[in-house]
């Protein structure tokens, strides 16, 4: 198949599943990294080749393992990857880092009131320069080469804005509707709570609810990051104009 167009989403066969495990901060970053060893023993060895590498320059270690589609001795055979198969993996990873000592639940994103990140993980760079070192070992600066589906979305976003109009998404529908369910749930686990008469667990309950973000999509969220990007370059082209506008005082040298 091939190459997609600019602004197409690929379709093309996946080389590779990208596949992060990470715990809160404070974790320490040798037990992930064990617990980490024996996920993927257990699911892909002598199956599916596969590679990790630890980071622990967030404040939650986390382990990125790629794991390769193509099975290896049985040509045909491949990886595939659903939501019910990440939700098992969440599963058997948190069991394996209690094994390892460390208290873990795999609470889906949706109860935790969670927002989705974005898959691309070239948006992650656009907030900053990537920073490498030549043969010199001179550091230099060069720009991040963003991916041609992002960035047919962000002109597409950046289009609806200019136009002033409302940015909208299919699965809009859905992600209230989720939203609308975790929240009739916990308020029935508060209600639960009061007529057990742990009042302030309920009340906390009630507060966790009250504290959840408003639900947006993939596309709102992208708009909100360029409006909020957009209004600190011009604060920022305001504030340079204001201080030309200063005179200079004259000092007299004594």
């Known amino acids: 198949m091939a190459k997609p167009a ?7 066969a996946k080389l590779v599943h990208h596949i992060v495990l990470s715990m809160p901060a404070g974790t320490p970053p040798q037990k992930v990294l064990n617990a980490a060893r024996s996920f993927a023993r257990e699911n892909f060895a002598l ?3 596969y590679a990790m590498v630890l980071h622990t320059d967030q404040a939650h270690p986390h382990v990125h393992l790629v794991v390769k589609c193509n099975h290896e001795f049985e040509p045909g055979r491949r990886l595939y990857v659903r939501k019910d198969t990440l939700r098992a993996w969440r599963e058997q990873f948190a069991a394996l880092m209690r094994e390892e000592g ?7 994103r949706q109860l935790r009131g969670a927002r989705k990140g974005f898959k691309d993980p070239i948006h992650h760079r656009l907030r900053e320069l990537r920073v490498s070192k030549d043969a010199r070992n001179e550091t230099v600066e060069r720009a991040p080469v963003v991916s041609s589906f992002m960035r047919g979305r962000l002109q597409t976003v950046a289009e609806e804005i200019q136009k002033g109009g409302a940015v909208w ?5 859905r992600l209230l509707a989720t939203r609308s369910q975790v929240v009739a749930a916990w308020r029935l686990v508060a209600g639960k709570l009061r007529s057990q008469g742990d009042l302030q667990l309920a009340s906390e309950v009630d507060r966790f609810v009250f504290s959840l973000p408003s639900p947006a999509t993939d596309r709102e969220d ?28 004259n000092v007299n040298a004594r």
């Open 169 to 173: 998404e299919g699965g809009r529908g």
């Open 47 to 49: 199956q599916y080749r």
């Open 222 to 249: 992208l708009k909100a990051r360029l409006l909020a990007h957009l209004n600190d370059r011009r604060r920022a082209a305001a504030s340079v104009e204001r201080t030309a506008e200063i005179p200079p005082r």
């Open 6 to 12: 600019a602004g197409a989403k690929d379709l093309r």
């Open 102 to 108: 460390v208290a873990a639940n795999a609470t889906p």
